[in-house]
């Protein structure tokens, strides 16, 4: 008698968003709008991947925050990568946030991440 | 002349006549040198018997005839002698009122000449107005004057009912030339064709210039009349013509001396009307030409993005072949300098060699050149020397020494190659560039100021600003060489290296996007002093939370309202400055702290940014606008 067996199949959605340059308080309304439009997709898991990025400030910052706050009502998560540009780390490690984010080395390897 | 004026007297003749006759006498006759000048009755034979009566010089007779008694010849002596009396009496009467005529005449057309020729200021004019006259005056066809500035040819005016060739007219005065004392002319074989008579007079003008005046070609000939009259005109006239010429020359020097003074004009719009600041660098130059025009020359040239040009030379001579040699000189230069992709000093001079060699070689001149180059950022001054000389470097520790020019003067050699020096400069040191104008300058005992006396005066000098050094020189110079006329220009350039102290100002529109442009001005000023890049991102950071708030509290996103923004480096400091005139914003700096991460707040973060990345944060509002100052060592 063959077992009986319950599947149960999970979707997870996972985004990557890597920009490039600065995500400054001029940018940072259009990564908003793109994020928004994400989690009416159904996505809950968030790469930033933050590589490329020169030059990030509060506007910036705000949304990663804001994105961080909705995945965990979600359920979702968010991860880094981390700037490889000063200019943009050192925001994070002002607002103590590279306590708060999770990091990851690469978004090639984001499926491990979670 | 009696038989002229017996005519007045016919009356008085007449009642001797019939007196005589009365007595016995058939006939009356008066007789001057044997000419009958009258008789009564007319028409009669002598009768041989006669008695004569004669004056006392014997030239008149009274002829009595039909008469021989003796006894009447006293009376009739007495009669005639009586006679001749009233003549001569008459006579000279008559030459007299002619003489007074004449002189009143004279006296008028003289006046009247000489009142039309003031109103003449102008030497051709003047003549004019004087050949019409004359020619008036004494009724002939044509008049000419002829004033030989040199001896060769005269310059003619002339005014004729039919003018003559000039070459008459000079033939005239050739030969009135070579005797003034005969006035009057009227020998075919020698006047000129076209001339059947002149009269010449000389115009009393200036020794070394020989004037007449000429009236020809009068219906019947001059009279002596007219010669002394054309002689009075001539003797007139002269004085209002050397005022004339000398008016026309003063004309003329001021003319030359108004476009001397235009060239020098142009010179000194040449010379640069602001020395350009640049920041790190103390310089001044200036130029005091000896003449009116000069051949020396310097400019400073600030040259966005690339170092700071500077250069002086000296054109060899003076005056005005000077003076234009220097304009072209000065003019090639500064387009080499500002134009060309040249940034090395022997690059501009080797241009200026090959672009002006051909005009200095066909004049045989050539020009001295100091070129330089300084690069605030790393303080390196980059120097060519064609020649000039005296160039003093002072450093400021050490003692002050002499650079010699390495490299001959520029307009000698074809493809000669010129050779940049460099110096490293520190805050302090002092390079005076400058003409041999000043070391060269004499006093009355003719001593020369010279390179120890200059020496001298730049040490204790140096302390001064570069204006105050270079105008500390000069007067030292002047006060030496005190009232010994200035033989050469002199011109000077004068560094100092100064601490660094930059700042740029601007505004921007209150958008996030135009907050990148603060950001691009920061960094370049940062990077141009050599700032370390963290640093510079930490400040980039603050200024950039500091104007997004601005936007965003201030203004509310309203792009139609502007940000001023300051941005100054003193050396070891960025002082970062704001104004806005938006809501005035309403924030205790000292309580402001970083929110906890883990909050999440989405917001909040940026003036406590700054804060950590700033040393100094203030917030003034005044005169409606909210003052910001964040100040970060550096």
């Known amino acids: ?114 | 002349m009696f038989a002229d004026l017996i005519h007045l007297h016919q009356n008085d003749f007449q009642t001797i006549a019939e007196a005589w006759i009365r007595v016995g006498a058939q006939a009356i006759r008066l007789v001057e040198h044997g000419e009958m000048i009258a008789s009564m009755p007319k028409d009669i034979s002598f009768s041989k018997k006669e008695i004569i009566g004669r004056n006392a010089s014997g030239s008149l007779e009274l002829h009595i005839h039909g008469m021989n008694d003796g006894a009447w010849q006293s009376i009739a002596d007495a009669m005639t002698e009586l006679f001749s009396h009233v003549l001569t009496t008459e006579t000279e009467m008559e030459e007299l009122t002619a003489s007074l005529v004449e002189t009143q005449d004279k006296l008028v057309a003289l006046y009247e000449l000489t009142q039309s020729a003031r109103r003449a200021l102008k030497i051709d004019d003047l003549l004019d107005l004087l050949i019409q006259e004359s020619r008036r005056l004494l009724d002939a066809d044509g008049a000419f004057t002829a004033i030989y500035f040199n001896n060769h040819r005269p310059q003619i005016r002339q005014s004729a009912i039919e003018p003559l060739p000039e070459a008459h007219l000079h033939a005239a005065s050739t030969i009135y030339r070579k005797d003034t004392r005969r006035h009057n002319f009227k020998d075919s074989m020698t006047l000129p064709r076209g001339l059947s008579n002149v009269i010449m007079s000389t115009l009393p003008v200036r020794e070394n210039v020989f004037a007449c005046i000429g009236v020809f070609n009068k219906t019947g000939d001059f009279t002596s009349h007219d010669i002394k009259l054309l002689r009075a005109i001539a003797e007139q006239s002269g004085a209002q013509i050397d005022n004339a010429l000398l008016y026309q020359e003063a004309l003329a020097r001021t003319r030359f001396e108004t476009e001397m003074d235009l060239a020098r004009q142009v010179q000194i719009a040449l010379l640069p009307q602001s020395i350009p600041t640049l920041d790190g660098l103390d310089i001044y130059g200036a130029s005091a030409p000896a003449s009116q025009v000069g051949g020396d020359f310097f400019d400073i040239i600030a040259r966005k993005g690339q170092p700071l040009v500077f250069m002086l030379g000296d054109i060899t001579g003076k005056g005005m072949p000077a003076a234009l040699l220097m304009t072209m000189t000065r003019t090639t230069a500064r387009s080499a300098a500002r134009n060309m992709p040249f940034s090395r000093p022997d690059q501009i001079v080797k241009r200026l060699n090959t672009d002006l060699l051909d005009d200095f070689s066909t004049v045989s001149m050539f020009s001295t050149a100091f070129i330089g180059t300084f690069d605030p950022v790393n303080r390196s001054l980059l120097f060519s020397n064609a020649g000039q000389s005296p160039i003093l470097f002072m450093p400021v520790q050490g003692e002050p020494q002499l650079l010699e020019a390495q490299d001959i003067p520029i307009g000698i050699f074809e493809d000669y190659e010129y050779i940049s020096q460099t110096l490293s400069l520190v805050p302090g040191d002092v390079l005076v560039a400058a003409t041999d104008g000043f070391n060269e300058s004499r006093n009355n005992a003719g001593e020369m100021f010279g390179m120890e006396r200059m020496l001298l005066a730049l040490k204790h000098l140096r302390g001064l600003s570069a204006r105050g050094i270079a105008d500390g020189l000069f007067k030292a110079v002047n006060n030496f060489s005190e009232d010994h006329p200035q033989d050469d220009d002199r011109t000077i350039i004068v560094l100092k290296v100064s601490e660094r102290m930059e700042s740029v100002s601007f505004q921007i529109p209150a958008g996030y996007e135009d907050l990148r442009i603060a950001a691009k001005a920061l960094r370049e000023l940062l990077m141009l002093h050599k700032v370390q890049e963290s640093v510079i991102n930490n400040c980039e950071l603050a200024m950039q939370e500091l104007l997004s708030n601005i936007v965003e509290h201030s203004y509310s996103g309203n792009k139609d309202k502007m940000i001023e923004v300051r941005l100054q480096v003193d050396g070891k400091r960025l002082i970062i400055e704001t104004r806005d005139s938006g809501i005035p914003a309403n924030i205790k700096l000292e309580s402001v702290a970083m929110p906890d991460p883990l909050e999440l707040q989405v917001g909040g973060y940026g003036m406590a940014i700054i804060q950590a990345l700033m040393d100094e944060v203030q917030h003034q509002y005044k005169n409606e606008k909210n003052l910001w100052t964040l100040t970060k060592k550096i």
Not at chain 1, 17 to 32: C, K, M, Y
């Open chain 1, 1 to 114: 008698m063959p077992i009986e067996i319950k599947t149960t199949e999970y979707t997870l959605k996972i985004v990557v968003i890597a920009p490039q340059g600065r995500v400054d308080a001029f940018e940072a309304p259009t990564l908003r709008k793109m994020c928004e439009a994400y989690f009416e997709s159904g996505v809950t898991h968030f790469v930033f991947d933050l590589s490329e990025v020169t030059m990030l400030d509060s506007a910036g910052l705000a949304v990663l925050v804001s994105v961080l706050k909705r995945t965990r009502q979600n359920e979702g998560e968010v991860r880094l990568v981390w700037p490889k540009h000063e200019a943009a780390s050192r925001i994070l490690k002002l607002t103590k946030f590279d306590q708060v984010f999770q990091s990851i080395e690469s978004s090639q390897i984001v499926p491990k991440g979670f």
